[in-house]
């Protein structure tokens, strides 16, 4: 089942083929995750969706307060039987009309959800192998900050990973600094220094990495630092790992010749845990 602007339909529902979010990826879209009919972290997606919208010059409806917006997720969490833990992802488009230059500023929404294994975050000691993808470079600008439709980087970047038998992949900018990874804010340990890109380098505005960013400033004997981060770096780190709401945190245990602990990963998804 889907949520389609506040109607409960079969998943089989077909949207316009003028879908302005399908021709020209005018949409933006939040991944939430549910655990105990309770959407995590709630308040931060939602300021960040509201911000998104801003940001593109859509029409915020009078009605998609923090609220109503809860309220539609958790109604169709209840129809599809996922309270316990689900992924869902809430996509809102322009509505059709025009080219380039929209006919409206008005938008539908839509919510799609799928029922998960694990309410508790958790990762394996399996082997979690990246490289650097440099076909496209992220730009340094307000939009790559924010979860638009048009993710044409990252779903070429995860077929570069699959054909070189790779996890994932670290993105870069136009400066050759690495921003982040396919599917979430990077993170790098260095002695007792814990480094990430700040957003001005081009980085999603990640809301996992804000719960990271207040864990681990309140950790004893760390200092969190901001700050660009090179290619070279990478191969100096004691720890490198991933975060998005999903996952949690995802450790990277090589890259190229180099394999990296996660004695400091463990840390924080104990203290992410705590959180929920």
């Not at 720890?239 to 999903?246: D, G, H, K, P």
């Amino acid at each position: 089942m889907i949520n389609y602007n506040g109607e409960i339909l079969s998943s089989d529902t077909n949207l316009s083929n003028s879908n302005r979010g399908f021709l020209y990826g005018d949409g933006v879209y939040e991944t939430l995750k549910i655990v105990d009919n309770k959407i995590l972290f709630f308040e931060d997606h939602y300021f960040r969706l509201m911000a998104s919208m801003r940001i593109v010059r859509m029409q915020i409806p009078n009605n998609f307060t923090l609220e109503y917006i809860e309220e539609q997720v958790l109604n169709l969490a209840l129809a599809n039987k996922c309270q316990d833990s689900a992924r869902v992802r809430f996509t809102v488009f322009r509505n059709d009309g025009g080219y380039y230059l929209p006919e409206t500023r008005t938008v539908s929404y839509l919510i799609q959800m799928t029922p998960l294994e694990n309410k508790i975050y958790s990762f394996s000691d399996a082997v979690y192998e990246v490289d650097l993808y440099k076909d496209f470079f992220i730009s340094k600008q307000l939009l790559s900050t924010i979860k638009t439709t048009n993710k044409m980087i990252n779903v070429t970047g995860s077929i570069f990973a699959s054909e070189n038998d790779l996890q994932n992949c670290l993105l870069i900018n136009n400066d050759k600094n690495v921003v982040e990874a396919l599917n979430g804010n990077l993170f790098m340990l260095m002695g007792n220094k814990l480094v990430t890109p700040p957003i001005d380098e081009g980085c999603l505005n990640g809301i996992m990495r804000k719960q990271v960013l207040q864990i681990a400033k309140k950790t004893d004997g760390i200092e969190v630092i901001e700050e660009a981060i090179s290619p070279f770096d990478l191969q100096k780190a004691d720890e490198l790992f991933i975060t998005n709401v999903i996952t949690g945190i995802q450790p990277i245990t090589k890259y190229r010749k180099k394999e990296f602990k996660n004695d400091f990963s463990k840390v924080l998804l104990d203290g992410i845990n705590g959180l929920i």
